[in-house]
Structures are given as structure tokens and as C-alpha cells.
T-cell receptor
Framework: DTEVTQTPKHLVMGMTNKKSLKCEQH?????MYWYKQKAKKPPELMFV???????INESVPSRFSPECPNSSLLNLHLHALQPEDSALYLC??????????????FGPGTRLTVL | DAKTTQPTSMDCAEGRAANLPCNHS???????VYWYRQIHSQGPQYIIH???NNETNEMASLIITEDRKSSTLILPHATLRDTAVYYC???????FGAGTRLTVKP
């Protein structure tokens, strides 16, 4: 199994809602990543988990809360988002810890719309 | 952190080689050059990476200059399915620049 899966594919939420994005990989990778991508822009790194511990937080607002319950699963909890947070949220994994010399495998993303 | 500069867009004729340049003049000695591409509405896909030697795999070739200040990704026989945004990345392969939108035309 060489894929990263993300659920849901699409999510519409109000500014007062709480929702979660889920990412899963079964490749035995030890680093997992969250990116945010606005239309016609490159992906922006948000968080990096290395061996299930948060190793990089790119000054992301606290309304985004990542969680790595185990080595295969990565969640992104969303609360009190703003319309400008609408974007494609991409998850990725790599075999080695962050900064390692290996490729990242990306999921298809969750298209989030905040009303 | 090293930054990258790429042309905003390029066209290539189907069947011809596509040569995508990238400048990374502030790259440090231990930073690798990574290339990814993103086809519309999909997650990015890894293509290739290298440190200082030229590299080749089933998708592409990567030519890195001797001073490591620039590199070129070569798609030897471009097809319509190669139309995508191509990203050249240093800094541990995690932080994307603006990329080059490659359009392969029939």
C-alpha cells in the first residue's frame, strides 16, 4: 500500500463549527505533514510530525490543532475558522523524520469551505 | 533558508524534451534539490531529487550545475499528461516556491 488517504474529500463548515480532517498511511512512514493550499498558490507547510511528536509548527493559528494518535494517523482539528481558511488541505508522509533525504507522498487533499 | 526562482510558465511541444530551470543561488552544502509536480486538483507528486551529481529515474533527469546554484529538470519526451505545475524545492524538501506551470501542447 503506497498511498496516503484523506477524509473527507470535501467539507463545508460554518465559523462556529468544530470539525476534523483525517489522514492515514500504512507505509510505515515516521514523518507526517499538513499543508494548506489556496487557489493558484503553492502548498504552504503548516505542521510536521516526526515519530508522532510535533516537530515543526509554522506559526499556524491555534484554531488549527494537529494530532498524531499513532504512527499511521494524522488529524487536523478545526474550530472557529474564518472564511479565509477555505483552501485545499494536503497531508503527506515520508519514510524518515522531517529533514530526511527522502520523498514525500501526498494525499489527494480535503477541499474545505468555511461559510 | 535557501530560496528558489523558477519561470512562471513554459510551453513544450508533445514528444519534445521539456527543460525546466531552477535557480537556488543560496543553497547550502548539505541541502538537496527536490522536484515535485502537481497536476490540477491533485496532491503533489515527487519526481526526483539530488545533491550534486546528476540523477535519472524513470520519470526525469536532474542536472545540477557544479556550483550547485542552479538545476534543470528534464522530461525527455513530454506528453499531454505532463501538463502540471512543477516545483523546485530546497530546505529539506518541505517548503514550496511558486513553481513553473508547464503546458504540453499537441
Amino acid at each position: 500500500d503506497t498511498e496516503v488517504t484523506q477524509t473527507p474529500k470535501h467539507l463545508v463548515m460554518g465559523m462556529t463549527n468544530k470539525k476534523s480532517l483525517k489522514c492515514e498511511q500504512h507505509m510505515g512512514h515516521r514523518a507526517m505533514y499538513w499543508y494548506k493550499q489556496k487557489a493558484k498558490k503553492p502548498p504552504e507547510l503548516m505542521f510536521v510530525y516526526s515519530y508522532e511528536k510535533l516537530s515543526i509548527n509554522e506559526s499556524v493559528p491555534s484554531r488549527f490543532s494537529p494530532e498524531c494518535p499513532n504512527s499511521s494517523l494524522l488529524n487536523l482539528h478545526l474550530h472557529a475558522l474564518q472564511p479565509e481558511d477555505s483552501a485545499l488541505y494536503l497531508c503527506a508522509s515520508s519514510k524518515y523524520a522531517s529533514g530526511g533525504i527522502d520523498e514525500q507522498f501526498f494525499g489527494p487533499g480535503t477541499r474545505l469551505t468555511v461559510l | 533558508d535557501a530560496k528558489t526562482t523558477q519561470p512562471t510558465s513554459m510551453d513544450c511541444a508533445e514528444g519534445r524534451a521539456a527543460n525546466l530551470p531552477c535557480n537556488h543561488s543560496t543553497i547550502s552544502g548539505n541541502e538537496y534539490v527536490y522536484w515535485y509536480r502537481q497536476i490540477h486538483s491533485q496532491g503533489p507528486q515527487y519526481i526526483i531529487h539530488g545533491l550534486k551529481n546528476n540523477e535519472t529515474n524513470e520519470m526525469a533527469s536532474l542536472i545540477i550545475t557544479e556550483d550547485r546554484k542552479s538545476s534543470t529538470l528534464i522530461l525527455p519526451h513530454a506528453t499531454l499528461r505532463d501538463t502540471a505545475v512543477y516545483y523546485c524545492i530546497v530546505i529539506g524538501g518541505m517548503r514550496f516556491g511558486a513553481g513553473t506551470r508547464l503546458t504540453v501542447k499537441p
